[in-house]
């Protein structure tokens, strides 16, 4: 199992990843130059996750200037299932090719659209009466003033 870089595919399908910098066998090493060429290596899709966080804090001495930001990296764990150096596809990723993880726009588009019509007359739609207040709307919220030091720091 291995950590790599978010991977845009669901947790259970298949992925080829192409970009294949060395390959060996145990006895022998093969070193691309940059990639080797026509090597594949066939992974599963496990999970993705986010690593632990990281915290990045600057601080200056005296002048009241301190920022703390964290930081998770996304990640994707892959399991190997196939080495290729041929650049023969294998049997079962042409049978299933990977899945993308769908998005609302990829949703609504597979997805296809149910239009829903209803008769509604003007008897059964309530009208609003001139009696009835209307909603008031929220508070504005106040804004802390910036102190001239906060300012020309920023």
Same mark, same amino acid.
């Given at each position: 199992m291995l950590d790599v870089a978010t991977i =845009?595919?669901?947790?259970?399908?298949?992925? #080829? /990843?192409? =970009?294949? /910098?060395m390959v060996t066998d145990g006895s022998s090493v093969n070193v691309g130059s940059p990639l080797i060429a026509g090597a594949m290596v066939v992974a599963e899709v496990l999970e993705h996750g986010k690593a632990r966080k990281v915290i990045s804090f600057k601080y200056k001495a005296k002048t009241r200037y301190r920022r703390k930001r964290g930081h998770r990296q996304g990640f994707t764990k892959i399991a190997v299932r196939e080495i290729l150096t041929d650049g +023969?596809?294998? +049997?079962e990723a042409e049978a299933a090719a990977p899945t993308r993880r769908s998005s609302r726009s990829a949703a609504a588009a597979e997805e296809p659209a149910v239009a829903v019509e209803s008769e509604v007359s003007s008897e059964?739609?309530? @009208? +609003?009466?001139?009696? @009835?207040?209307? +909603?008031e709307a929220a508070p504005a919220r106040r804004r802390r003033r910036a102190t001239t @030091? @906060?300012?020309?720091? #920023?």
């Open positions: =845009d595919a669901m947790p259970g399908s298949r992925v #080829e /990843l192409h =970009d294949v /910098l +023969a596809r294998p +049997a059964t739609v309530p @009208e +609003a009466s001139a009696t @009835e207040p209307e +909603a @030091e @906060e300012s020309t720091q #920023e």
